[in-house]
């Protein structure tokens, strides 16, 4: 190997790239899975969510009822005792504009409670009143990136901005939330009382709502607060069992969801790069043959002065795994030091985990025993003779 350098170097280079690529890999879903998991969780693990979903009709179609209304919450909030807030909940893209600025953002119209059940705060300024429900006021609170476009460093609170042609004062500022579990921006949205939502932006008919949201009483009543919601939904609907207009969802299967689709990058993942360490296999593999026939006159007077055939296979067999456990070692070392950049760079929190570290080396001595074994093999069963004849 010391004499060697260069192909020593090559045949460390493909497991070094292919150990490396896995650690990552691992780590980076880990990372990522655990930062969507922390966003879904942020958004109130006793959140229930309640959409309209196709309902299979006469024909081959299926038709799109839209049946959810603000009495639906309001009979789930009064009858399910796991149920202790109800908000109804519509969203729309508009343009709004400020002066001679304008964005494009989400609108969404809803009632305070929305506010506890998704864990939003106001961290400037004052949220809308009751009263202004009632009265169907044109005030909204704004997200800290909409306030940034229509208003750059400036103090949002108590401005006017355009929502498609109706002027809104602005009475607060939300808290900033960043990226959602989905990559959304939580930051960019507008929100207002949902009457005046449906009278002033879409011109939607009076109580019918897009979703419902829902907070059980605690955690450990999610399950219980999903199935009452159901049967009322169902009783006030007239639907059989099976036939439901709707769909009732929780944040720990929103949760189940992505780490199933984390699970499943992972193995695509895992799988390419393990594709370069096979790679690098065959790499060890052709290098160590061509080691072999460089070698031939020296494993000739090995022979000559008493090798066996297994002195001989154990030589070429240890140099092999040496070299891709030299390979393994040197890619876990930097693995770290990439995690630890990437894990910068996307403001995640990224460690390559012990299992992972684990089979990277136990991957390194199977590559060596697996690949290092027929040029080994073969340098064995050379024939001594032949060998010295060799210039």
């Known amino acids: 190997m010391a004499r060697n350098r260069l192909r020593t170097l090559l045949t460390v280079l493909g497991i070094l790239i292919g150990i490396t690529a896995v650690v990552v890999v691992a780590a980076l879903v880990e990372g990522t899975s655990a930062a969507v998991d922390a966003r879904i969780d942020s958004m109130a693990s006793s959140a229930l969510y309640v959409w309209p979903k196709p309902l299979q009709v006469s024909g081959p179609r299926a038709k799109f009822v839209g049946r959810l209304t603000d009495a639906d919450g309001e009979a789930v909030l009064r009858e399910a005792t796991n149920v202790s807030l109800a908000a109804p909940f519509e969203i729309s893209q508009t343009q709004v504009v400020s002066g001679d600025k304008n964005a494009s953002t989400w609108v969404i119209g809803t009632t305070l409670p929305y506010f506890t059940i998704r864990r939003f705060g106001i961290s400037k300024g004052e949220n809308w009143t009751a009263t202004d429900e009632i009265a169907r006021t044109k005030t909204c609170v704004v997200g800290r990136t909409v306030a940034e476009k229509l208003f750059g460093e400036g103090d949002p609170v108590g401005r006017t901005i355009r929502v498609g042609r109706i002027p809104f004062t602005v009475v607060g500022l939300l808290a900033p939330r960043g990226t959602g579990a989905f990559g959304d921006d939580q930051d960019d949205r507008i929100l207002m009382p949902v009457g005046t939502y449906r009278t002033r932006v879409v011109h939607a008919p009076p109580g019918r709502a897009d979703e419902l949201m829902f907070s059980a009483t605690n955690d450990a009543a999610v399950d219980k607060a999903r199935e009452q919601i159901a049967s009322i939904l169902r009783q006030r609907h007239h639907l059989e069992d099976g036939r439901d207009d709707f ?80 390979g393994g070692f040197l890619g876990i070392a930097l693995s770290f030091v990439a995690t630890a950049g990437i894990g910068r760079a996307l403001d995640l929190t990224m460690t390559p985990s012990p299992a992972s570290v684990a089979i990277a080396v136990a ?6 025993c697996v690949f290092g074994f027929m040029p080994a093999f073969r340098a064995a069963k050379l024939d001594p003779i032949t060998a010295l004849r060799v210039e």
């Open 247 to 326: 769909e009732v969802r929780t944040q720990a299967e929103m949760r189940d969801k992505a780490d199933s689709i984390a699970g499943m990058l992972e193995l695509f993942g895992v799988g390419v790069a393990a594709v370069s360490l096979l790679v690098g296999g065959v790499g060890v593999m052709n290098i160590m043959l061509v080691s072999v026939t460089e070698r031939t006159r020296e494993i000739g007077i090995r022979m000559a002065v008493g090798a066996r055939e297994r002195d001989i296979l154990l030589q070429f067999l240890v140099e092999a795994i040496v070299v891709t456990l030299l």
């Open 363 to 368: 991957t390194s001595v199977a590559i060596g």
